[in-house]
């Protein structure tokens, strides 16, 4: 349906007054969340990720986050369970440092206990570490979301939803107009999975489309198109992604006067060839003292002048 150039406008507004800008860093998801809690700043969320993955192509100005952690976190029991009254949901595996994740049972909306085929979505989860135990429950900057029609088998597509953006299971995804398919990645067991946009693997476009929680470490290579619109709630909390920080009104309106270092794009064609032969003789492990100091050029270089 077409909009009118009111809704043009207001959306026009809304790209303006808000901005996902790379902080440089790679952390856990609970590593960065703590440290942007303490600055005051906030990660984007799925939705977030979604508009400029998904009909834009603003994904290429923040292209080097990904992937990237989302302030977006799904719930959901093992395949075809349940949520149940008075129980909090835990994640069936720990982290490798032994923390249990948790959503408080008080979190967890009415609609969504006894009920198969339901998961839960939270953007801007409160976070309590207590002990070994990692606490994930509604606070008041956050916004909880019953999913009906939870897709169940990982790897499926769904028609997205719309607040979300998450897909949800339906008869007939491959009949869906392409702006209106997502991909799920999940685990099998029950989940408190931190979602991530834009995983990488052969060819690193595959970030785009999909939505992960699952904790997965290989993947395969979808067609273009497909990849932008997977979501991943797979990962494993361990891994250190991309950080995000979005930035809304006057703040993401400033211009950004960092620059790309012109230094990387020649060092780069001088030092990835001898990357690649190493990987291709099966000689990384023997690196040479040349290969490791040009590493650190490159890394030097890339943490300069990179960030906007």
Request: charged share 25%.
């Amino acid at each position: 349906m077409a909009i009118t150039a009111t809704q043009a406008r207001e959306v026009a507004q809304e790209e303006q007054q808000t901005r996902i800008v790379s902080t440089g860093r790679i952390q856990t998801w609970l590593d960065a969340r703590l440290a942007m809690d303490k600055e005051g700043k906030r990660m984007p969320t799925n939705a977030d990720y979604d508009k400029i993955s998904v009909g834009s192509e603003k994904w290429r100005e923040i292209s080097r986050v990904f992937p990237a952690w989302t302030d977006s976190v799904l719930i959901y029991p093992a395949k075809n369970g349940k949520f149940n009254a008075g129980k909090d949901a835990v994640d069936a595996c720990k982290d490798r440092a032994k923390n249990e994740w948790v959503f408080s049972a008080a979190s967890i909306p009415k609609e969504a206990i006894g009920k198969e085929g339901v998961g839960i979505h939270i953007d801007h989860p409160a976070i309590e570490v207590r002990g070994k135990t990692v606490i994930l429950s509604a606070g008041p900057e956050s916004t909880v979301t019953v999913l009906e029609d939870f897709i169940q088998e990982s790897g499926k597509a769904g028609k997205v939803d719309e607040k979300t953006r998450v897909p949800l299971a339906v008869s007939n995804a491959d009949n869906l107009p392409a702006g209106q398919i997502r991909w799920l990645y999940r685990v099998d067991t029950a989940g408190v999975r931190p979602l991530v946009r834009g995983f990488y693997a052969c060819n690193w476009w595959y970030t785009r489309l999909v939505v992960s929680g699952d904790g997965r470490e290989g993947f395969g290579v979808p067609e273009f198109e497909a990849c932008r619109r997977d979501v991943s709630a797979d990962y494993s909390r361990d891994d250190c992604l991309g950080v995000a920080q979005l930035e809304t009104g006057s703040e993401a309106a400033a211009p950004k006067t960092g620059t790309a270092n012109p230094q990387l794009a020649p060092m780069a064609r001088e030092i990835l060839p001898q990357i690649i032969e190493a990987l291709e003789e099966n000689l990384l492990h023997v690196a040479t003292p040349e290969i490791i100091e040009n590493l650190k050029r490159l890394q030097r270089v890339a943490s300069e002048d990179l960030v906007q």
